[in-house]
């Protein structure tokens, strides 16, 4: 089963624009984190909030997180063709050696 | 660092044979996870190990699939008596115990046909 469920499905945006992807899931987490994926292969780490933070930034990332609402948002600023890619947000429950549980994605397409 | 290697990238097998995947982790690590992933939906979690302990399988692992980790380095997954459904990309990930953030392979492709 899939905890996460990122919104909107697909996002197509110009170089240059922001790009921002919601992601929203079931059960009290520990941390919630961001993957990112190009086709056809594996996913990589973009950045981890834990369940007591709000706010976090990476570069050009920004996540948010509101544990009352169960939500997070990915904000990526003056995005790139190189962005293109699927964006999965995955949290783990808080019962001890639960493996991650991953949403359906959000794949963003940025045209130069 | 050689990072997470799958082998083999690509598997095509009719219905009904077994199918052998090999995922070696980063070489420190001590966790190694197995997902799936069929085409537009995010990773599926199928099972994972601590060392050679297999500690979680999810409701997702019929009897076909079988995992292993026999020394606590390298993890096989087999599917046996294949069908079409099982088609997806299998995707081996590791971390450090403890550790939250996971490294993925670049998955095996199975394609049953």
């Known amino acids: 089963s899939q905890q996460g469920e990122e919104d909107p499905q697909a996002l197509s945006i110009q170089e240059g624009e922001n790009a921002t992807m919601n992601c929203s899931y079931k059960?009290?987490?520990?941390?919630l984190q961001w993957y990112r994926q190009n086709s056809g292969r594996g996913l990589v780490h973009l950045i981890l909030?834990?369940?007591?933070?709000r706010e976090k930034h990476s570069g050009r990332l920004r996540v948010t997180l509101d544990t009352s609402k169960k939500s997070s948002s990915l904000l990526i600023t003056a995005s790139r063709a190189a962005d293109t890619a699927s964006y999965f947000c995955a949290t783990d429950a808080r019962q001890a050696g639960t493996a991650l549980i991953f949403g359906k994605g959000t794949t963003l397409s940025v045209s130069s | 660092d050689t990072g997470v290697s799958q082998d083999p990238r690509h598997k095509i097998t009719k219905r009904g044979q077994n199918v052998t995947f090999r995922c070696d982790p980063i070489s420190e690590h001590n966790r190694l996870y197995w997902y799936r992933q069929t085409l537009g939906q995010g990773p599926e979690f199928l099972t994972y190990f601590q060392n050679e302990a297999q500690l979680e399988k999810s409701r997702l692992l019929s009897d076909r699939f079988s995992a292993e980790r026999p020394k606590g380095s390298f993890s096989t997954l087999e599917i046996q008596r294949t069908e079409q459904g099982d088609s997806a990309m299998y995707l081996c990930?590791?971390?450090?115990?403890?550790?939250?953030?996971?490294?993925f392979g670049s998955g095996t492709q199975l394609s049953v046909l």
């Open positions: 059960t009290s987490i520990n941390n």
């Open positions: 909030i834990r369940s007591n933070e």
């Open positions: 990930a590791s971390s450090l115990a403890g550790g939250e953030k996971l490294f």
